[in-house]
């Protein structure tokens, strides 16, 4: 083995288990291993998991913060008007310097894999050439899929269709949409129908933006679910966001949940942005505005939680952490009983990692080497403590280390330092959700 690490405990519970690793990939997942690695790591019952993986982002935004001013009222539609004039000003160079900047800090998380939309109504398509050039840089180290996203509408914008399959020719993966944001509901029903049947005929993915608003009567990922059973495109297709099925008839939603689940159409939650976002034309009861996360999930639909924004004219903050991200998310879905939490710790790693279609993720013989070790003994303590990475190792090798967390403490009587994990034999049996 070229490395073993011992004393490993797993995101499914399972403790004392060593992880040998030959040739980038993980050799045997098993107690006491036999065999010696050339180099030894003792995890020391820290969690090993697999790495984060973001199913939504827009990296062409990410850290341009306050240019050319910050978002006042803080709403989806300024932040649209705020790219618009940031859009004119940007340059390759500063597109790739920011992304490459951003997968660093991603590394640096654990994060290595991540899917981003990428804008095409700019004619020049200077940000889709600029995130393929990221896309060639970071392969070594980190998974870019690229969305083709018509950010200012597939028909609203008169270029944006050329421009999309323009994108796809240049190696963007995935068709993009944003229906809500067509003139009308008909043309943004319009806009699914072309887009899916486009995807078809190139047999690539869908993700598209659907449904981010609180208008209970935005229904596009019905389209989006009836389009992918009627092409046959079940297993490839996301809706992103679906913040309106939080302000939706439960009546309409009792037919709705079903439909999606059969068609195979996966959810992705974006919690920070959308508790952020939504319900920003509410006085008070104010809507939280997250899609149903735990009704999806209990339907049997895949749901994903992404980051959407890092320091952007949408957000100002964040530093791609996908713990922070499902630390938001089970909050605002109030997904606290420990199944729930486990739940969420699977939308920002085997989830997302089944929507983008990895090949070789998980924490099996024969799967890539890509693993983090982080400073935690669970998934739900991971998440509590948004945990450290003490190591993250692509194809066998560390690509990133930090220390764990330690404070010192000077108190008469008291121990002069804290760890804040959980005491040894005081970790609850799993109860189930309340
Ligand atoms: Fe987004």
């Not at 047999?203 to 609180?214: A, N, P, T, Y």
Request: glycine content about 8%; proline content about 5%; charged content about 25%.
């Amino acid at each position: 083995m070229d490395l073993v690490i011992r004393n490993a405990t797993l995101p499914d519970g399972r403790r004392d288990i060593d992880i040998g690793i030959a040739d980038g990939r993980i050799a045997a997942l098993e107690p006491r291993l036999a065999a010696r690695g050339a180099r030894e790591i003792d995890a020391a019952g820290d969690l090993v998991s697999t790495p984060f993986v973001d199913a939504h982002f827009h990296m062409d935004a990410v850290l341009s913060y306050g240019l050319p001013r910050v978002n006042c009222s803080g709403t989806l539609l300024e932040g649209i008007a705020l790219w618009g004039e940031l859009k004119p000003t940007l340059t390759q160079d500063a597109l790739v310097e920011r992304a490459l900047r951003y997968c660093d800090w991603a590394v640096a998380r654990g994060l290595l894999a991540i899917r981003s939309h990428v804008d095409v109504c700019d004619d020049r398509l200077l940000a889709v050439e600029a995130l393929l050039e990221v896309k060639r840089r970071v392969a070594p180290y980190l998974d870019l899929q690229l969305v083709a996203f018509p950010q200012d509408g597939l028909l609203r914008s008169p270029t944006a269709f050329d421009n999309l399959k323009r994108a796809i020719d240049m190696g963007v993966d995935v068709v993009g949409g944003i229906p809500h944001f067509e003139r009308t509901m008909a043309q943004g029903a319009e806009s699914v129908r072309l887009l899916c049947e486009f995807a078809a005929e190139r047999g690539l993915r869908v993700d598209m933006h659907c449904d981010e608003s609180d208008d209970p009567l935005s229904r596009h990922i019905e389209t989006l679910a009836h389009e992918t059973l009627r092409l046959g495109l079940q297993g490839r297709v996301a809706g992103s966001h679906l913040t309106s099925m939080h302000s939706m008839d439960n009546y309409y939603v009792s037919k709705l949940l079903p439909l999606i689940a059969e068609s195979g159409v996966a959810a992705i939650a974006n919690p920070l942005i959308n508790i952020t976002l939504q319900g920003r034309h509410d006085t008070y009861p104010k809507r939280r505005g997250m899609t149903r996360v735990p009704e999806l999930m209990a339907a049997g639909v895949d749901v994903a939680f992404g980051h959407d924004c890092v320091l952007d004219p949408w957000y100002g903050m964040g530093s791609g952490d996908m713990l922070e991200v499902a630390h938001m998310g089970l909050h605002v879905a109030q997904m606290t009983g420990l199944e729930a939490i486990e739940a969420c710790f699977d939308a920002i790693t085997a989830t997302p990692a089944r929507i983008l279609g990895l090949e070789g993720y998980g924490l099996a013989p024969g799967c890539h080497a890509d693993l983090v070790i982080l400073d935690a003994g669970s998934p739900v303590e991971a998440i509590r403590l948004r945990a450290a990475r003490r190591l993250v190792l692509r194809r066998g090798r560390v690509v990133a280390e930090a220390p764990a967390a330690a404070s010192r403490l000077y108190l008469d009587g008291r121990p002069d330092g804290v760890d804040f994990r959980m005491l040894q034999g005081n970790k609850p049996e799993n109860p189930g959700a309340p």
